[in-house]
């Protein structure tokens, strides 16, 4: 067993002696990082988090001697713990201030105990008992053990909650979730002394910094009052203007209305000064140096307290229901842009997924899942179809939080907040296209209720409503002459390609996005990566005043739920 120099020794401890408790501080909402435990360079995941008692930092034994490579065995009878690492044997009886290494008696610093059923340890013994050394890092709180093997670096997933926001259920299931995240370093991060988003995003920016490294994603726990979202003012000029219009699109009323976004946690590269009060306008015309496009996806479960661990349940459970089978996709579409000479409406988002299963050569989507669409008694069918499975469920409509609306009545809603409530035969992912359903991310809303009193899993919507215009399954273009015919200025109706989606159009995200699924990737990764390219796809149309139309829509998508792992 390898020994720590009597000084270093001193010093460790006279260091730990002054740790504040990790998990007080953060329910105490001070913001100060819990103690972490390092393993190489790679962060240990704890369902109960290290904790300081009487002095001593005290960490769960099992993580760790895994993390060390070391088998665990607990004898309920005996209440001992055993460890067995190649010819290292460790023996421990809780609540004793001894164990034995190789059978020769240890004294511990402080005496194992028992806490919310996991088995703590002084955090210096369980990683010397198996030959590691162990360090202490004031600035990052950090107990920092290496075993002489190569140092991992990983990248940092943080896990955000506002302490004051959750009960105890709820955060031990937040903390339970994190441990899922095998490959990185996950950081539970309270964020209940920020009150503002851009004052939260300089938080994590400095802790991302203290941390090193890159980010792998941001999960958010909590509505917008809780853990706070960016304002943003629709203010945008889509055109040039004549001489009766500027060009300029804005609330006139007097007092903007103001929505939400999370987008901009997605990189780190703003200064936060200008992400007050966001308008497309203030980015594209008065070239405020804002940034789009993201560098990690974003995740934000809108529940608040004693909501959020029953849904974490839900979706474990939804991931076991699916695994290994294929989920039918359905979409619900009720289409209001029909175009006059056109069969089918530019809106419709049920006709371009149909067009993405049947033309194979161009795109050829959804060849390992059914997809079926409705277009009449949609209520009956959603009630039908979530009988039947669990299922991908797309909600092409208007609409608002209050739910999706019919093309000829758009009061009349066919999927509401009090029948959401009620469609809970089996699970079901869902994709509001074109209405502002997740607009406030917070409780008055269907995407809330579907997610707190339903069974809708990890749903994608909009803050803002989608705007229909560049929303288009058909292009006025130039067409060969037809035969028999002269003349060289025939135009016609042409069906959107891959390349005619580059023109602004907010299907590109659609397309993108499925574009991925079908590779095999998970909804959270392939929302994120449809998001990059859509983000970028505006920024280098900057110059067409259209683009502005595709940065509100970036900035409006959000995911909603928790993060695949």
């Not at 895994?66 to 190649?86: F, M, S, Y």
């Not at 095998?182 to 950081?187: G, L, Q």
């Amino acid at each position: 067993m390898k020994k720590i120099r009597c000084n270093s020794l001193i010093l460790l401890l006279l260091i730990v002696t002054l740790l504040p408790l990790g998990s007080f501080a953060n329910a105490s909402g001070s913001g100060s990082p819990e103690i972490t435990v390092s393993i190489d360079g790679r962060f240990v995941s704890f369902d109960v988090p290290p904790q300081m008692i009487n002095g001593r930092v005290m960490v769960p034994l099992r993580p760790i001697f895994e993390g060390l490579g070391a088998k665990v065995e607990w004898n309920d009878k005996t209440q001992t713990v055993t460890g067995n690492k190649g010819s290292i044997s460790v023996v421990l009886i809780l609540n004793e201030k001894k164990a034995t290494v190789n059978g020769k008696t240890i004294a511990l610093d402080a005496p194992s105990a028992q806490i919310k059923g996991r088995t703590f340890v002084p955090a210096r013994f369980v990683a010397e008992s198996l030959g590691a050394d162990v360090k202490w890092n004031d600035t990052k709180q950090q107990v920092i053990i290496t075993t002489g093997a190569e140092i991992v670096t990983l990248d940092n997933y943080f896990f955000v909650y506002n302490s004051s926001k959750v009960n105890a259920t709820d955060l031990d299931a937040i903390r339970k979730f994190s441990t899922n995240f095998k490959s990185t370093n996950n950081i539970i991060f309270d964020a209940s002394q920020y009150t503002t988003a851009p004052k939260l995003y300089d938080a994590l920016k400095a802790e991302q910094k203290k941390l090193g490294g890159k980010v792998a994603g941001i999960q958010i726990f909590g509505l917008a009052s809780d853990v706070p979202s960016f304002s943003y003012v629709h203010k945008m000029k889509p055109t040039e203007g004549n001489f009766e219009w500027n060009g300029i699109e804005y609330d006139k009323s007097g007092k903007p209305e103001k929505f939400v976004s999370d987008l901009f946690y997605s990189n780190f590269k703003n200064d936060s000064k200008y992400l007050t009060d966001v308008t497309v306008y203030g980015i594209i015309q008065e070239n405020q140096p804002v940034n789009i496009v993201p560098e990690w996806p974003i995740s934000r479960l809108p529940l608040t307290k004693g909501e959020i661990s029953k849904y974490i349940s839900n979706y474990e459970s939804y991931r076991k229901q699916i695994e290994g089978k294929s989920i039918p996709t359905v979409a619900l579409s009720a289409p209001v842009e029909f175009q006059k000479g056109l069969d089918v409406a530019q809106d419709d988002i049920g006709f371009f997924m149909n067009r993405m299963k049947e033309e194979k050569e161009e795109f050829g989507y959804f060849s390992n899942t059914d997809l079926r669409t409705y277009y009449k008694d949609l209520a009956v069918n959603l009630t039908k179809e979530n009988k039947s499975g669990v299922m991908d469920l797309v909600v092409g409509s208007d609409g608002d939080t209050e739910g999706a609306t019919l093309k000829k009545d758009r009061k009349n809603y066919f999927f509401d907040r009090k029948s959401v409530a009620s469609l809970n035969s089996n699970y079901y992912t869902a994709f509001f296209w074109g209405s502002g359903a997740a607009n406030g991310l917070n409780a008055n809303s269907i995407i809330h209720d579907g997610m707190a009193k339903g069974t809708m899993i990890n749903p994608i919507a909009f803050t803002i409503a989608t705007y229909n215009r560049d929303v288009a399954n058909y292009l006025w273009l130039p067409i060969p002459t037809p035969e028999g015919e002269t003349g060289d200025n025939w135009h016609g109706d042409v069906a959107v390609t891959k390349e005619l989606l580059k023109e602004n159009n907010p299907f590109f995200f659609v397309y993108k996005y499925y574009e991925a699924i079908e590779s095999g990737k998970t909804r959270l990764q392939s929302f994120y990566e449809a998001q990059v390219a859509y983000a970028k796809l505006s920024v280098d149309n900057k110059k067409n005043l259209r683009a502005s139309l595709g940065y509100e829509n970036i900035i409006s998508i959000h995911y909603l739920g928790l993060a695949d792992y």
